[in-house]
Nanobody
Framework: QVQFVESGGGLVQPGGSLRLSCAAS????????MGWYRQAPGKQRELVATITNGGSTNYADSVKGRFTISRDNAKNTVYLQMNSLKPEDTAVYYC???????????????WGQGTQVTVSS
């Protein structure tokens, strides 16, 4: 199995900052791309940012210039630094990773349990 420990969510005022982290553990042969997605009430889950094992990044237009994704391959951990937060950033944020569990296996997508981010005054 693959487990994730997510942390860093919470309540913050507009304009504030939060840093999310997600550590993967368990049966991991190769950890590929990792990313963050979010889901607001009544809306579909959407991509926030992704980062490859080599460090290439991709961001949703709505967060470009405000959010920064990074990873520590030695710790199997991905981070999301969120600055200049807006009320519309309020959502449950989910960690995602592409994991190959054993040599010769096909990679699969795994998800964290989610962490709530609320931006409100």
């Amino acid at each position: 199995q693959v487990q994730f420990v997510e942390s860093g969510g919470g309540l913050v005022q507009p304009g504030g900052s939060l840093r999310l982290s997600c550590a993967a553990s368990g049966r991991i042969f190769w950890l590929g791309a990792m990313g963050w997605y979010r889901q607001a009430p009544g809306k579909q889950r959407e991509l926030v940012a992704t980062i490859t094992n080599g460090g290439s990044t991709n961001y949703a237009d709505s967060v470009k210039g405000r959010f920064t994704i990074s990873r520590d391959n030695a710790k199997n951990t991905v981070y999301l630094q969120m600055n200049s937060l807006k009320p519309e950033d309020t959502a449950v944020y989910y960690c995602n990773a592409r994991v190959t569990r054993s040599w010769g296996d096909s990679p699969g997508d795994y998800w964290g349990q989610g962490t709530q981010v609320t931006v409100s005054s």
